[in-house]
């Protein structure tokens, strides 16, 4: 008999540096893959199921549509294991839609190679959102810092195009330099399809709206060169300006910005922002004390992190 196959696949969450929810719009993006990964474990079964309990199309939507675009429609059991706080604007979706597509695709001999992984799993996150961008399905799939653009750029890397409907997105690899940075989980729990349907609503309202969005792509370019130039100060108040305009979108929250200021505070901070889609999960700190902004935040009882970045994107085993 032959022995049961079982594939194993994982893939990183990520920070976004600059420009979440202009990047749906087609502004650009500037992430960094974490190293926390999720990891996902895949066999052939009588009925799929997640972690032994049966697969529940809303529960479980993201793993739902990523085992439809990756499997032959055989039925799966799957194992999950997350080193990611669900929820908390740090990739967990994505990483999850990612690790499902290739360890599914992977047992199913379909899917090959992180670009085919990375289309897969952001159909799998836009069907269940209604509306995204292949930010983070393309972060977790490449690892490194990513950024997405409008159009292909020549002074970067670049890695692959994914289009939807009239958009589409060109993704490139940037290096750059480890940065000191420190993730806060406010621990309050953000749904991504909530903040971008609040986004949604607000710019087809207001001509203001569309503004911000195209001034936190400027915003983004700038970023992109400071860093290019490691001026950090530069960055951190860039930082601060694309978290302001997060704040004029709606997508802010008070804890939010409180730690934000707070962090700022800290001697040696160059800036903060909220990271992922607001409302609530993680902030970002650019600071060259990262000891004493996890002290200062550690008194108002969240959880944080000094973030180290990851080279390693999706990761197939099997
Ligand atoms: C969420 O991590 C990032 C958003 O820009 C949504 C998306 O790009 O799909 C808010």
Redesign the pocket.
Known sequence: MEPERVTSASAPG?V?LF??????YGEP?LSLALDRRIHVQARRAQTTSVNGEPLDPQRHAYIDRAIDLASDHGAVALTTRSELPSSG?V?SS?ALSVAVVAAVGSLSGRVVGPEGIARRAFEA?YAT?G??????TSVAAAGGAVLLAPALRADQEFLWRIGKGERAWAVHRVHLPELPLVVVNTGSRSR?TE??AR?RRFIERNAFGRDVIAEIGRVTMEGVEALKDGDLRRTGSLMTRNHELLHMLG?DSPQLSRLCDLARRVPGTYGAKL????GGGSLIVLTEDRDAVLAAVAKEGVTSFAAKASRTGVEVTG
């Open positions: 990520k976004i420009g979440e929810h202009a990047v749906v993006s604007g990739g994505a996150e959102q509306s995204a961008s292949p930010n983070d991504t903040q971008v986004v997508v990271t992922g889609a607001g």
